[in-house]
């Protein structure tokens, strides 16, 4: 088959551009092209518009078959948008389980649910020495509870990474640290959340409501460990960084699990499927 990729390429480390490389790793022919091109040729076997957070345009109506994937409609003003656009496709996914019952309920679109997830060659355990005890790749955020909690371990174990990184040196941060932090905003699963479990670092996160989907994807204390309050959070990171056989067998659990259920790939194929391509 032959498929046209659309969103906005301005950084490598995108979920668009993760999807550009599982359709090359599955040996399907693609082409880029941004949200603003107004000249995106016929003939393609599937347009798949991938969510990028700018909803100034949307894909020709005479390009089918198309498929939206929306990833932020956990997000208010996105949503938004997200709902107006997706009426305009003949198949809609989401990177949220939440997404797909807020648009059946907005617009009658049955939307399939197909979680975020990992490139394994790029988000990789690179085997170095754990010597970091907490890391964080991300925005910190200053007046929300994921920038206090974030305060709260800096100070705690001030031998740690947190803040911003050139997404080439992610795997190595991740890789280098016993744990990675995550808190999800508004009940999302999350990039990080799979890209912490496949550099083989134990993940942390915050509990989510159970429409999340979180428990049909993962298992607390089996493949990651959760938190729900900022005491609960401090006193596992104390507890998984003097227990390292526990927290090895747990991070162990979570990379097998994502490297092998969890990727870009068998997300990319979940979706064609869907669209009648076997």
Known sequence: MKLALIFNKDREDTIGGYFER??????????????????????????????????????????????????????????????EQVRHYGFVFCAQKSGVKKLKRDTGIDAKWVPIACDPEIHKDLNIERKLDVAFVG??????????????????YPNSYIGRADSRFMSNIYSSAKIGFNYSINDDINMRMFEVLSCGALLITNRLRDDSGFNELFADGKNLVTYGTPGELLKKTEYYLSHDAERIKIAAEGRSLSVNRYTYKASLKNMLEACGWK
């Open 22 to 83: 599982a359709a090359a790793q599955m040996g399907i022919e693609s082409d880029h092209f941004w949200t603003s091109d107004s000249d995106i040729p016929a003939g393609y076997d599937l347009y798949l518009r991938i969510d990028h957070g700018d909803y100034k345009y949307d894909i020709p109506g005479h390009l089918k078959p198309s498929a939206f994937y929306a990833i932020d409609t956990h997000l208010e003003k996105p949503y938004r948008k997200i709902k």
């Open 139 to 156: 925005t910190e955020g200053k007046k929300n509870l994921r920038g206090e909690l974030l305060k709260l371990l800096a100070r705690r």
